[in-house]
């Protein structure tokens, strides 16, 4: 999916400011060293006229140039020699009238040879981030942080037959395969397991690492998921108008995460909201990942029996298992 064209035009418009304000910065530059070294500005007008006189005269004769091309060369190579002695002379940086560039390899246009830029890349992947809902906790929690030596490794669990480290890493190859095959496949996950063991830090890992391959991601806990529905339904009281493109994004983002479902309120709106979700971004093939604190028998009770049914028959469970891990590492999480 990627940035939208609205999302594109404001990052071009960007650029666009960039190449501006570089090129009054070197103006100005430009207006001060001729009022220093007035003979930079005689210079400056020849390196003119020679360019001038040498493509006139290669477009009237292609290919038979009078103008000799090393002279031309030899010449300008010269006077731009002359500009940068007076420069350094008079304690300025040989290159100070030299164009502006933040970029420069694609001069602050975003494409080299009409390919993107790794800056345009960055720019994109920065506004993927900001509207994930996630940027700066993704800085702590991903697949470059993420260590197993936490997790108990001598007692086994009787529901996944392994030991607390053996399913973490067995989840997190898991979830590396997921992001490996995520443009060929799809599949929706659900993770649960008691709190603290490392839910939502594994969603975390999934989410950065689509991100940084320009993938769109949403991450809205459960409350805030149907906090935005509910308002963007019913308004909240102000004669406010729906945001129709957030509801928009939510629907139509290439991965969807809703962390800490089942702390909603469980009633007739939320449950219609949820099989809707469900239902529509399975229609259109877009994936999502839930994590839960809830156990595969609470959710089945606490669901109504269409939903469940979609969770079952549309998602792969993956139990997450041991203590938690907030209490004993603190600010520390899985660091």
Excluded at 168 to 180: A, M, T
């Amino acid at each position: 999916m990627g940035i939208s064209n609205a999302q594109y035009q404001d990052i071009m418009y960007q650029y666009d400011q960039i190449r501006l304000k570089n090129h009054h910065i070197a103006e100005e530059r430009y207006a001060e060293v001729c009022e220093k070294i007035p003979e930079i500005h005689s210079i400056q007008q020849q390196i003119v006229q020679l360019s001038a006189d040498y493509a006139r005269q290669e477009l009237l004769n292609p290919g038979k140039n009078s103008y000799n091309s090393s002279t031309y060369i030899d010449r300008k190579k010269a006077l731009k020699a002359k500009k940068c002695q007076l420069l350094t002379d008079n304690g300025y940086p040989a290159d100070y009238l030299a164009p502006i560039y933040n970029c420069k390899l694609c001069h602050d246009t975003g494409y080299i040879d009409n390919k993107p830029c790794q800056c345009l890349k960055q720019r994109k992947i920065a506004l993927l981030y900001q509207s994930s809902n996630i940027m700066e906790v993704l800085k702590s929690e991903n697949f470059s942080t993420f260590s197993e030596k936490y997790y108990d490794d001598q007692i086994v669990n009787d529901n996944v037959d392994l030991t607390p480290r053996q399913n973490i890493i067995r989840i997190k190859n898991i979830c590396l395969d997921y992001v490996k095959n995520f443009d060929n496949t799809y599949n929706n996950i659900i993770f649960y397991g008691p709190a603290g063991v490392g839910k939502s830090f594994m969603t975390h890992c999934i989410a950065k690492a689509l991100l940084d391959t320009l993938h769109t991601v949403v991450y809205l806990t459960a409350i805030q998921l149907f906090t935005i529905l509910e308002e963007n339904k019913f308004g909240n009281g102000d004669n406010s108008v729906p945001d129709e493109r957030q509801i928009s994004d939510i629907f139509r983002t290439d991965l969807l995460i809703i962390d800490d479902l089942g702390t909603e309120l469980v009633n007739s709106f939320t449950s219609s909201q949820l099989y809707h979700f469900i239902e529509e971004r399975h229609l259109n093939r877009k994936p999502t990942i839930i994590s839960t604190n809830l156990s595969f028998t609470e959710m089945r009770n606490k669901y109504n029996e269409r939903i469940f049914s979609r969770f079952t028959g549309y998602y792969d469970f993956y139990m997450i298992i041991g203590n938690d891990l907030r209490i004993k590492l603190k600010p520390k999480f899985l660091n």
